[in-house]
């Protein structure tokens, strides 16, 4: 069964931490992208990740794929308050597989 | 502007009474889709559609009909709407799949009692 799981689901974080977003998937793909939903708003694309060891950064927010793990992650350097928002990945294969979101919220 | 519209932004209608939710983008983009976004499940997608006349059903299709008769427009057909269709729906268009990120519409919330 295709799956896209992430964790955590809720991360609370003060600001000037840092955090890392896990997303794990079943079956293998050479894709896989991070969006961003701020509450109300629609998606906002943040990186799209296309092959094994793929490194994207931008601002405090950094993306990395591994595709024989089956693994991405979303790492958050030094947070500030404008990183609160939920964070989705989503890989795709014959259709595109959302993960179930990680709401941030950053704390002063 | 780049953009994806959708239509109508918010709708309570009742079981069984046909509804369109329209999606038009203005970026040429042969990729479009629609997905359903509920609590704690993320998004799911419903249908897509790789270019004009071809279309293919997502992970949750049961309930739903699109059709992509010109390239800018991807319509989201619900015959018979049933509660369990009230959701908040996206639709989302790309130049290709796989290299470029979707672009998202600002959403459309359906209540259907």
């Known amino acids: 069964e295709l799956k896209v799981e992430q964790n955590p689901l809720f991360l609370s974080m003060q600001e000037g931490k840092n955090y890392t977003i896990y997303c794990n998937y079943s079956?293998?793909?050479?894709?896989l992208y991070w969006y961003r939903q701020d509450p109300g708003k629609s998606l906002e694309s943040l990186f799209v990740?296309?092959?094994?060891?793929a490194v994207k950064q931008e601002g405090r927010l950094m993306a990395s794929l591994d595709t024989k793990a089956r693994l991405s992650t979303l790492h958050i350097t030094a947070a500030v308050h404008d990183l609160s928002a939920t964070y989705f990945c989503a890989v795709d294969w014959d259709d595109m597989r959302f993960g179930a979101g990680t709401r941030l919220t950053v704390k002063p | 502007e780049a953009q994806v519209t959708q239509n109508p932004r918010y709708l309570i209608t009742v079981t069984g009474k046909k509804l369109t939710v329209t999606c038009s983008q203005n970026m040429n983009h042969e990729y479009m889709s629609w997905y359903r976004q509920d609590p704690g499940l993320g998004l799911r997608q419903i249908y897509y559609s790789m270019n004009v006349e071809v279309t293919d059903k997502g992970d949750v299709p049961e309930g739903y009909k699109v059709s992509r008769k010109e390239k800018r427009n991807f319509p989201l057909i619900l015959e018979s709407p049933s509660p369990n269709q009230t959701s908040l729906y996206f639709c989302?268009?790309?130049?290709?799949?796989?290299?470029?990120?979707?672009?998202f519409g600002d959403g459309t919330r359906l209540s259907i009692l």
């Open positions: 990740l296309l092959s094994n060891g």
């Open positions: 989302a268009s790309s130049r290709l799949l796989g290299d470029q990120p979707q672009h």
């Open positions: 079956t293998t793909s050479d894709r």
